[in-house]
């Protein structure tokens, strides 16, 4: 009973669970930091940003979701335990001070996840073009949330 697992999968099936968990960690510690930002945001500017921020916690949880899906169909088990969390995910979990501050540490996690990401997608190579696949989706969209930041903080000036 493998399911989607055939013996043509060439991939090392528990490297890649294993960096699909870490991905799963990292977006979750993502989406707690988005809406962390997005009910502490204020000032005059906090409406704009607020807004992008709900967005991409929003965004952050489906690429969760994905990652956890795709982990059952390798017949791995998703870790959703929140010990350790922080540990398991690449990108941080900060509060920041101000406005500036919190869009500023959302760029660095974003440019983390890219980089992350970028780094799986070569490992994973041609082995498994499912999660390849899913994993290049995710990557752009990363690449947006980078691009949306920078344009929130040329707006405001910073
Ligand atoms: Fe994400
Ligand atoms: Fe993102």
């Known amino acids: 009973m493998q399911g989607a697992v055939t013996p043509g999968y060439t991939a090392d ?7 699909l968990n870490e991905a ?11 809406k962390r930002h997005y009910f502490m945001a204020e000032g005059i500017a906090a ?18 979701d994905q990652i956890a899906a795709r982990i059952v169909q390798l017949n791995g088990e998703p870790n959703l335990n929140p010990e350790g969390l922080t540990s398991r995910s690449h990108a941080e979990y900060v509060e920041g ?18 980089d992350s990401y970028r780094e799986m997608i070569n490992y ?8 390849k696949r899913m994993l290049e989706g995710i990557l752009a969209m990363e690449e947006e949330h ?3 930041l920078v344009g929130l903080l040329e707006e405001m000036d910073k």
């Open 13 to 19: 099936r528990e490297t890649v669970l294993k960096l």
């Open 47 to 64: 409406d704009a940003v607020k807004a992008e921020f709900l967005q991409h916690a929003n965004e952050e949880q489906q690429h969760a």
């Open 24 to 34: 799963l960690a990292t977006e979750i510690v993502c989406v707690l930091r988005y």
């Open 124 to 131: 994973i190579g041609d082995k498994d073009t499912t999660t």
């Open 146 to 148: 980078a691009d949306d």
């Open 97 to 114: 001070e101000d406005l500036i501050d919190m869009i500023k540490e959302d760029l660095v996690a974003e440019r983390i996840a890219i």
